[in-house]
């Protein structure tokens, strides 16, 4: 085998997971598409030490201190096939070339689907979030919307209040029932009906009849992807909220022998924080199971 581990996707999960193997002193490939999720975000917030950082500047700093470890390559190029070996793995990269190991590591990602709403995606990740969590304090208590893909995102409307007057736009996608409606009111979160035409201004929602609802951001609950090598090798995948995932143990191996997934391709959510969490115990993991033959 060329390498102990080959780690698929160099942003925060696999940097994290790459950092436990290193300095295990183990060697490492990172092969990387350079598309993190969060690349349309300005700031990056809620991982203790970077909050407000630049989330291109948190992924360029662990690189630089990932690649200081002797063990470790960097491969700039997207990975199309992985496949299982005698006692490991191939991974072909976009340009053709093929590299081995004895463990996989997988820290895609996921990609997320946007609603067809002219504006919208102009305004991803700067006035549009998926994450409260992530950028709702920024907003500054002003006027929030969510809007409405599925019955989900009634559990959006009802955490956004703690950031600001909240808006939900049905879209004509879901009816909240009374229950649903009487929660809504009990958290002072408004609803309007009918189709949103687009996206204007900051992040103004524009409905079909011309009525315009000023709002400082809105949010919306994506569908998310996680790319084709899950289910290449193998791996079982989970029906989550917001769409598949990679299916994991509590030590983050796949169903698959040899095979670890972390970051947002094997989680229902997540931000960040998670993700290096994540990586942190994907990598141990995985040294484990080198040290152990598991």
């Known amino acids: 085998m060329d390498y102990d581990v080959i780690i698929i996707g160099g942003s925060y999960a696999g940097l994290s997971a790459g950092l436990q193997l290193a300095r295990a ?13 969060n690349r349309y975000a300005a700031a990056s917030h809620g991982f203790l030490t970077q909050d407000g950082a630049a989330p291109g500047d948190i992924a360029a700093l662990g690189r630089a ?21 005698e006692g490991g793995f191939a991974v072909v990269a976009g340009a053709g070339s093929r590299h081995t190991a004895s463990r996989l590591v997988l820290a895609t990602g996921v990609r997320d689907e946007l609603p067809d709403i002219p504006g919208l995606a102009q305004r991803w990740g700067r006035h549009v979030f998926h994450c409260p969590y992530c950028h709702g304090y920024e907003l500054e208590q002003g006027p929030v919307g969510v809007l409405a893909v599925s019955e989900l995102s009634l559990h959006q409307a009802l955490m956004l209040p703690d950031w600001g007057p909240t808006t939900l736009f049905l879209n004509e996608v879901f009816e909240p029932d009374a229950g649903q409606s009487a929660q809504l009111r009990a958290r002072g979160a408004r609803i309007v009906r009918g189709r949103v035409a687009r996206l204007d201004g900051t992040a103004d929602v524009v409905m079909q009849d011309g009525t315009v609802h000023a709002l400082a951001g809105l949010f919306v609950a994506t569908r998310v992807r996680p790319g084709g090598l899950p289910a290449q090798l193998g791996c079982a995948l989970e029906d989550g909220p917001m769409g598949p995932f990679v299916r994991t143990d509590a030590m983050k191996a796949t169903t698959v022998p040899g095979v670890f997934a972390c970051g947002d391709v094997a989680r229902p959510a997540g931000s960040v924080a998670l993700a290096v969490g994540d990586g942190a115990m994907a990598g141990a993991a995985t040294h484990r199971s080198l040290m152990f033959g598991l």
Request: net charge positive; charged share 35%; hydrophobic share 40%.
């Open 25 to 37: 002193r183990r060697s490492v490939l990172v092969i990387d598409a350079g598309e993190r999720r």
């Open 65 to 85: 201190q990932l690649l200081k470890y002797g063990t470790v390559r960097w491969l700039q190029d997207e990975a199309r096939d992985a496949q299982a070996l």
